[in-house]
Nanobody, 116 residues
Framework: QVQLLETGGGLVQPGGSLKLSCVGS????????MGWYRQAPGKQRELVAR???????NYADSVKGRFTISGDNARKTVYLQMNNLKPEDTAVYYC??????????WGQGTQVTVSS
């Protein structure tokens, strides 16, 4: 099995920064299957940023230039550095691990609120 634990959410003012962490355990072979999604109230869960199998990165257009995903393969940990946060970034952020066979595992989520 796979377990994912997110930390780092909180309340921040517009223009501020937060860094999320996701520590994976269990049957994770590489962080190339890991990424971040978010879900705002009343909206569907959407991709924020993720590693794709060939090691490249994929970002949502709405966060390009503001968010950066990084990771540590030895620690099975991925990070999401979020800069210049906007109120529309408010959501529950979920860590995801997708297996080679496209099975998805999710963390419990961490709340990010951007408000003055």
């Amino acid at each position: 099995q796979v377990q994912l634990l997110e930390t780092g959410g909180g309340l921040v003012q517009p223009g501020g920064s937060l860094k999320l962490s996701c520590v994976g355990s269990g049957r994770i072979s590489t962080i190339n299957g890991m990424g971040w999604y978010r879900q705002a109230p009343g909206k569907q869960r959407e991709l924020v940023a993720r590693f794709i199998p060939d090691g490249r990165l994929n970002y949502a257009d709405s966060v390009k230039g503001r968010f950066t995903i990084s990771g540590d393969n030895a620690r099975k940990t991925v990070y999401l550095q979020m800069n210049n946060l906007k109120p529309e970034d408010t959501a529950v952020y979920y860590c995801n691990y997708r297996t080679y066979y496209s099975t998805d595992y999710w963390g419990q989520g961490t709340q990010v609120t951007v408000s003055s």
